[in-house]
């Protein structure tokens, strides 16, 4: 295998054309070879306009190249295990966009899957490469704020149109799996730790169907984490960290804009002026850049994924415990 890892892509979704592509065409470790979609004329003019070598009118004709290394899907949520399943029957390894399945059940039988072909799986939270999310893990294990009791988060955006397929709900769609799937990946790797039970409030769409506001507070160990998603909300994005002896927010948590720094701001005093802030600014690079590169690394040196499959049916759990503490009215706890 070359130093690079030729990567094929599953599809000419917005995400992966817009944000994901040409970012990963940047990075040190791989090589975007090949793009697939059901429309040729569609994988052609991706593959021209991103200047991508290779196009094919299907999957199937993809993943049969024997060129290519790796896989990105960034294809519905519903799609997500049948093709990470094809992907790696055809020896490939596979970068799934999150969430990477629809159920708790469906995600576990990646794990024979995986296990049977011997390739990587990994789900593409690409806040775990980030520099400002590593910074936090380091502030947070050398005891900056104390130890860690509560975490605050919220992430909406607006989006009404029926057509959209975030707004399908037999395709997966809906603000939880969306976006709410961040905050709770978050409050899981700040805490190192799985909660024990959640409780939730849903409101839902009345003609979509789709969780339109979310709210839920996880119970952990070692504190609690309440948040807030909408996708029928004004664009917003943030999160907090408190302990007993200071706070640590990120300013853009999620969508870290590739074109300029991004800011994490750690409070120790207290002051509610805002006069005891310290900023660390980090300098201007792409999330997509180096999600690439770091699970490109992780195949091409044979380590650990970023994300693993396991991780991401811990945090499926989380979810289907949400869903089910709404219908319930009760505390429900994850179940794996």
Partial sequence: MSTKLRWGVLSTAAIGLKKVLPAMQQGQYTSVAAIASRDLARAQAAATALGIPTAYGSYEELLADPNIDAIYIPLPNH?????TIKAAEAGKHVLCEKPLSLTVAEAQTLLAVRSRTGVKIGE???IRSYPQWLRLRELLDEGRIGELRSIAGF???FNSDPSNIRNQVECGGGALMDIGCYLIHASRYAFSQEPTRVVASIDRDPQMHIDRLTSAILDFPGGQSIFTCSTQLIP????HFLGARGRIELEIPFNAPPDRPTRLFIDSSGDLSGDGIATETFPTCDQYTLQGDAFSKA?????????SVEDAINNMAVIEAIFNSANSGQWESPRR
């Fill in 236 to 239: 917003y994005q943030r999160i």
């Fill in 124 to 126: 593409a939270f690409m």
């Fill in 299 to 307: 195949v091409l040196e044979d380590t650990d994924v970023p994300v």
């Fill in 79 to 83: 799609l997500h295990v049948p093709w």
């Fill in 155 to 157: 992430f909406s955006y």
